[in-house]
């Protein structure tokens, strides 16, 4: 059971991660931002990564310190950055506007979390995982949350064009 979970959502998160770094490549290839959001890009990538999530998270109770024993500070490290980081993403997330958030052209913030970094969602979401990592320790989650991280470490590159075509000076 958990082969076949790890594997569905590693498959997906391989594949998210692929498609992002061809869009780097091959600039005619826009997959994030999807171009719409009844598009097979924006489709795909939210099947794809709701996938990498079921994955990780049907892997973290059945895999849970599948790496062996660790220290009890991992608890008390890991589960304050993950409730944090993972916390403050949904915050932000919100605070962004959830379509806005997922690829579509709402408006540009630049107040609240925005005034110190462009992609705050991000950056909380990686304490996050590094939080989640330490808590369930287990091989399989790591290598599912070093796929989301890298998705969201490449992010920023395909999104950086996209939103300076989308709102010009007012984003440089």
């Not at 330490?134 to 395909?158: E, Q």
């Amino acid at each position: 059971m958990v082969n076949f979970f790890f594997g569905l959502g590693f498959g997906s998160g391989l594949t998210l991660v692929g498609l992002s770094l061809a869009s780097l490549w091959r600039p005619g290839l826009q997959f994030w931002p999807p171009p719409a959001p009844a598009s097979w890009q924006a489709r795909y990538f939210w099947w794809a990564f709701r996938l990498l999530l079921l994955g990780l998270v049907v892997v973290s109770v059945l895999d849970f310190r599948g790496a062996g024993p660790a220290g009890a500070w991992t608890y008390w490290l890991g589960i304050p950055l993950a409730l944090l980081g993972i916390g403050l993403a949904f915050a932000i997330t919100f605070q962004l506007g959830w379509r806005d958030a997922h690829g579509e052209a709402q408006g540009l913030k630049t107040g609240g979390w925005y005034r110190f970094s462009r992609n705050p969602i991000y950056v909380v979401t990686l304490v996050g995982l590094l939080g989640v990592g330490l808590v369930v320790h287990s091989v399989y989650a790591y290598l599912l949350l070093f796929l989301w991280a890298a998705l969201y470490l490449v992010a920023p590159f395909l999104e950086e064009p996209w939103l300076e075509a989308q709102y010009g000076a007012d984003y440089r």
